[in-house]
């Protein structure tokens, strides 16, 4: 166990409780509405926050513990954070913001801007490591934010939202390369996000909290399927697919392809709401491309809305109105044909 | 409107200046700067504002990151205190000192045993600036000390690894540093400007105590020519030196 | 007048003030190259105090007595009215040479009365009206022993003096070299008031002040200088052209040359004519 964290903190009116656990390797997603308190609990990890109670230990290293009186000041916990707002220092060049991280351990200014070059080389910043991190442009400096708390290997990384700032198309790219560094098997990251494709492609797990508490928790596909709040079926409770984009169609394994709208390559992750998904009890006439056959697995009425899961070539969730689900006849174990328009389908870039 | 007003603004801060520009007396003005009592005066001003300064940044830097940075009771009892100057009128500022240091004072009758005596000496005149001059600094520091970006940004110090004294070196002052020079320049410029407290306190004396001020006024009663000259001097001496600093540092900034 | 009329357009505006903020400064600094502003001075009606109140421009070291004298005065003169402003006789010139108004100047010394009447400022001929001696201001009970002018060379003694900018300081250094004794002041200060105020705090032990200054203060005490090495400070009065009411002032300066003003003047320490 690498991470250890059971407390308590005040954040406003608002009473923070979280307790989770993460492995080293492991990549953790938070999410939730906005004011929930995601933000507090990374703080407070960080040791930027004060805990009321509690406990937070990094690789069975107590790093906290209200009761015994323990609290490493945040520059002592190898605990590394990147920003919602960034925060960079805005004196300091780009070479010198991503390497004061080793200066501070010692390192000599010059060999650190040395040491530093290779990310920044990967990062595309090489011809901006002279610039004040004022003239970059806000994907640029979300980038310099990541490189800074890299590049000092911490034990456990704490990221808030730190795609955010990205272009929808330089983003697939940036979290690919830094995923390299944050998947390291010696640690622990936990990932502050409201994107659920940005949950599906980096985290093992996800935690979906709401005012303060974590009301769900486990891999993203189980909470889609069973989603505990109206928050976590509306963010997570989508159809997710991984697979490999060849032009206008998606293979997602299974013998199931999807037909999408535009040109595709690579692995990515195609992604469509339930509402999107129609069920008929044959075949259906006419020309949808996106038709599979399954079984319903469950069926679930609540709000007028009925939520079915499938299995089959393409095990998808379905929303439709309940008077469509009597007049379907649903049950568990019941043959059914789905199908969904290819404008309805998301593409993500992995 | 504003335009108009704007231009009013520049019009009453100008003609005060031309008013006495415009009457230098310019037959006398290579006697006077070559009067070894203007020299002496002036020597003595530039210097005593330079150490007034120094010593209201010793202690008022300080300050200003207690009442910037920490929480204690009484904290807007010692902000109030620490401002009071500012709007005490200065010949009561340098009563206060008298009362405090002078011989008989509060703290003076100490001094004066061990052979401390503090009025009538150039220290009273660097202690009765620092006292007027040093809420300007402590006001223009503490305000970029709450700067919650730089509070922030000292956290993003903290989290890769920096401990207080770093986060001071590395992330607070430099990122205060256009405050700290503003601070600086204003209590600088209040000290060389400084009379009441001065003459109250230090009195007058010419090379001991008679600053460029106090010399003004001496000259007004006897020699109003001189008066102006010696004025002109001053308030050269300072443009030049604002104006300079605020190259180097205001425009840095930008 | 139609309201749009008024209504200019902003750049327009901006120059409108730029040429009016010219003027302006033109205008002033053509103003302060008058060679004699009192000369052109014209009376202003609205800005002029009421008939009957006078202004007196006085020495500080006339300050009790005046007070004291100014409410007799209009006592004996009901609706009259007299104001003061007592400060250091070559200040109080200096503000008169620079255009204040005032009806009357009362000086310490006769050289500044001398250099305002050489300024054509004066409306008649000065006339002394008190005269005044010096003394060496000591704190009460005499602490520090001090008994003669030599004893102020003393170095074991804080001594101020008045600067000799203003008639007290002059005639402090006259005093000393009629004793040709070297004093090392600690400070001059910029009036007599200044030099009480140094020994009533017990910052200093001894100055040379007015004998009249010695009452002004319940914790200082006089010493007396012996009459060879004492001056004699004459006390001038004078009407000022620029007085809005010359009869009156002569009103006052009669009534303080007479035996009940003068009965007030030696009350308060002076000598009298």
Redesign the interface.
């Known amino acids: 166990m690498s991470l250890h964290a059971d407390i308590r903190a005040d954040a406003g009116a608002l009473v923070i409780e979280a307790r989770l656990e993460a492995r080293s390797g492991e990549v953790v997603g938070i999410v939730g509405p906005n004011g929930a308190g995601k933000t507090t609990v990374l703080k407070a990890i960080a040791g930027l926050w004060p805990i009321s109670r509690g406990k937070v230990s990094i690789n069975e290293w107590v790093v906290e513990d209200s009761e015994a009186g323990i609290r490493n000041p945040p520059e002592q916990r190898s605990v590394g954070m990147v920003f919602q707002d960034l925060r960079l220092f805005p004196h300091m060049s780009v070479a010198d913001n991503i390497g004061y991280g080793l200066r501070l351990r010692g390192v000599p200014r010059k060999q650190a801007r040395v040491l530093a070059e290779p990310l920044i080389e990967t990062l595309g910043l090489a011809p901006h490591s002279k610039q004040k991190p004022g003239s970059l442009s806000g994907g640029q400096a979300q980038k310099v934010a990541l490189a800074r708390t890299l590049i000092t290997n911490p034990q456990v990384i704490l990221l808030d939202e730190p795609f955010s700032a990205l272009d929808a198309e330089s983003r697939p790219k940036v979290r690919r390369d830094m995923s390299l560094y944050f998947r390291h098997p010696d640690c622990t990251t936990i990932i502050v996000t409201h994107d659920p494709m940005e949950a599906k492609a980096l985290c093992n797990r996800v935690i979906v909290m709401e005012e303060g508490r974590f009301i769900q928790e486990g891999e993203i596909d189980r909470i889609a399927d069973d989603p505990k709040s109206r928050y976590a079926a509306e963010s997570l409770g989508l159809n997710f697919f991984p697979g490999v984009a060849a032009g206008e169609t998606v293979d997602v394994g299974g013998e199931a392809t999807l037909s999408v709208v535009g040109e595709h390559h690579g692995r990515v992750i195609v992604s469509f709401h339930p509402r999107a998904v129609v069920l008929h009890q044959t075949r259906p006439e006419g020309t949808a491309r996106n038709v599979f056959k399954a079984i319903v697995r469950t069926v679930r009425h609540e709000n007028g809305i009925t939520r079915v899961t499938t299995a089959g070539s393409l095990s998808a969730v379905a929303e439709i109105t309940r008077v469509s689900a009597e007049q379907l006849n649903l049950r568990p174990g019941a043959e059914v044909w789905l199908s969904v328009k290819a404008a309805q389908i998301q593409v993500t870039p992995l | ?1 504003f ?2 007003l ?3 603004c ?2 009453f801060l ?2 005060p200046l ?2 006495l520009l ?2 230098i007396p310019w037959d006398s003005v290579r006697s006077e700067l070559g009067n070894r009592d203007v020299a002496s005066a002036l020597k003595l001003s530039l210097l005593t504002s330079l150490f007034a300064t120094v010593l209201a940044a010793v202690l008022g830097i300080p300050l200003a990151w207690v009442l910037a940075r920490v929480q204690f009771r009484g904290k807007s009892f010692v902000r109030s205190l620490a401002i009071l100057p500012m709007v005490m009128p200065p010949v009561v500022a340098g009563l206060a000192l ?2 405090a240091f ?3 004072g509060l703290i003076g009758k100490g001094l004066t045993k061990i052979g401390l005596t503090i ?2 000496t150039t220290t009273a005149v660097v202690i009765a600036e620092a006292f007027v001059a040093m809420p300007f600094l402590i006001l223009a520091v503490e305000a970029a000390l709450r700067s919650s970006q730089t509070i922030q940004t000292e956290e993003a110090a903290a989290s890769l690894g920096a401990s207080p004294s770093r986060r001071l070196l590395d992330i607070t002052l430099p990122m205060s540093k256009a405050a700290l020079a503003a601070g600086l320049v204003l209590c600088w410029a209040r000290a060389l400007g400084e009379f009441g407290a001065t ?1 109250t306190f ?5 090379a001991i ?2 600053t460029m001020p ?1 010399a003004v ?6 020699r ?1 020519q001189s008066a102006i000259v010696l004025g002109s001097i001053l308030l050269v001496v300072s443009f030049l030196v604002l104006f300079v600093l605020r190259d180097r540092w205001f425009r840095a900034q930008a | 007048m139609p309201l749009s009329k008024w209504l200019i357009s ?1 750049p327009m ?2 120059k ?3 040429v ?2 010219l003027a ?2 033109i205008g ?2 053509c103003g ?2 008058q060679k004699n502003p009192v000369e052109e001075e014209t009376p202003d009606s609205q800005l002029a105090a009421p008939a009957g109140s006078l202004s007196i421009f006085a020495a500080v070291s006339l300050t009790e007595a005046f007070e004291e004298i100014g409410k007799a005065y209009e006592k004996k003169n009901p609706g009259a009215k007299v104001s003061f402003n007592f400060a ?1 006789s ?2 109080l010139a ?1 503000q008169l ?1 620079q255009g204040a108004k005032a009806d009357i100047f009362a000086s310490a010394d006769e050289v500044t009365m001398q250099s305002l009447n050489e300024k054509g400022l004066i409306s008649d001929r000065p006339r002394v009206f008190a005269k005044n001696t010096m003394q060496i201001l000591v704190a009460k009970g005499n602490p520090k022993n001090i008994k003669t002018v030599t004893d102020l060379a003393r170095k074991d003694l ?1 001594v ?1 003096l008045a ?4 008639p007290a300081g002059r005639y402090a250094q006259e005093v000393l070299n009629k004793a040709s004794v070297k004093v090392t ?6 009036d007599v008031r ?1 030099v009480v105020a ?1 020994i009533d ?3 200093a032990d001894a100055g040379i002040v007015y004998t009249t200054d010695i009452k002004s203060s319940s914790k200082v005490a006089g010493v007396k200088i012996p009459l060879e090495h004492n001056v004699q400070a004459r006390y001038p009065i004078a009407v000022l052209k620029t007085s809005l009411d010359i009869k009156g002032s002569e009103k006052f300066v009669g009534y303080l040359l007479s035996v009940n003003g003068q009965a007030i003047l030696k009350k308060h320490g002076f000598d009298t004519t």
């Open positions: 409107m335009g108009l704007a231009a009013l520049v019009v100008a003609v031309m008013g415009t009457q008298l009362l002078g011989r008989n009025p009538f003459i230090a009195g007058n004396l010419p105590t008679r106090i006024y001496v000259a007004l009663e006897r109003p | 902003p505006r901006m409108i003030a730029a009016f903020s302006l400064l002033v600094s302060t190259d250091g070559s200040s200096s040479e804080v101020v600067d000799p900018a203003v002041p600690k400070s001059l200060e910029l200044a140094k705090l017990g910052e």
